[in-house]
Nanobody, 121 residues
């Protein structure tokens, strides 16, 4: 079992920045499930979408909608990933979820509780 805890959401004006964090914890064996970690978001009335992921070796992927504005990183010693969000737009407003345990590009079984990001115009 892997437990994910997110932090860092909030209210920001358009053009502003926020940094999300997600820390994974669990048994030493279960931490191997965190080879791929990612950030998803779900806006009201929309499906949850993958916006960024990072592998244990640091390889990253981004959705086109956030490419060039968001940056995902990880600290393996702390079992933590980050999402630096710059040039935020109102359409970035959503609940952001940390996820792990799945193959590249697909969600795994472990989700964080979600953190609200609201971008005002």
């Amino acid at each position: 079992q892997v437990h994910l805890v997110e932090s860092g959401g909030g209210l920001v004006q358009s053009g502003g920045s926020l940094r999300l964090s997600c820390t994974a914890s669990g048994s030493p064996y279960s931490i191997f499930a965190t080879v791929i970690m990612g950030w998803y978001r779900q806006a009201p009335g929309k499906q949850r979408e993958l916006i960024a992921s990072i592998a244990l070796n640091g390889d990253t992927t981004y959705a086109d909608s956030v490419k060039g504005r968001f940056a995902i990183s990880r600290n393996n010693d702390k079992n933590t990933i980050y999402l630096q969000m710059n040039s935020l737009k109102p359409e970035d407003t959503a609940v952001y979820y940390c996820n792990t345990g799945g193959p590249p590009g697909k969600p795994g079984n472990y989700w964080g509780q979600g953190t609200q990001v609201t971008v005002s115009s």
